[in-house]
């Protein structure tokens, strides 16, 4: 439901070679991928983030290193910190989320249910807020 969000875990298979995961859209997410986008080269005292979304959806993972998340569903605020590139963070719509404490060298992966649009984004806490409001 919006306003919601869960770890999930992708499958790993492990052999001499090395660890391998997969993710299918709509099997193992949610929703089915539309868009892939990832973070890279982030100062360690960056901070990302700081907005929700209308519609989209989105599962964001650590493929190397890590980082925090900050989950603010309008009532109350949870932390979250991404470390296993096995493990996701599926964010649903009206989630507002900022990200911090990148170690040096993180990897961010973000699987997206839509394309970019500026126009799905809450960049202003107030309405976003509202907009959480209007939906209860
Ligand atoms: C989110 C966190 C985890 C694009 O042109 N295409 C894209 O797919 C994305 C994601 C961004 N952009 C442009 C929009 C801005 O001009 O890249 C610039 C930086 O985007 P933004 O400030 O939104 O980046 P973050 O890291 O604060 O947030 C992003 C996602 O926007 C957001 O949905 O959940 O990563």
Request: aromatic share 12%.
């Amino acid at each position: 439901k919006a306003g919601s969000v869960k770890l999930i875990e992708l499958p790993v298979i492990t052999d001499p070679r090395g660890d391998l995961t997969f993710v299918e859209g709509g099997r193992h997410l949610p929703f089915d991928i539309r868009r892939v986008y990832y973070l890279y080269n982030v100062p360690v005292d960056s901070s990302r983030g700081g907005h929700a979304h209308r519609n989209l959806e989105q599962v964001i993972f650590a493929l190397s290193g890590s980082f925090r998340v900050i989950i603010d569903d309008g009532q109350s605020r949870s932390e979250y910190v991404l470390r296993n590139p096995r493990q996701g963070l599926y964010v649903n719509r009206l989630i507002w989320r900022e990200m911090d404490m990148f170690s040096q060298g993180a990897v961010c992966m973000v699987l997206a249910s839509q394309a970019y649009d500026e126009a799905d984004y809450y960049r202003n806490y107030d309405d976003f807020l509202k907009a959480v409001a209007e939906a209860s």
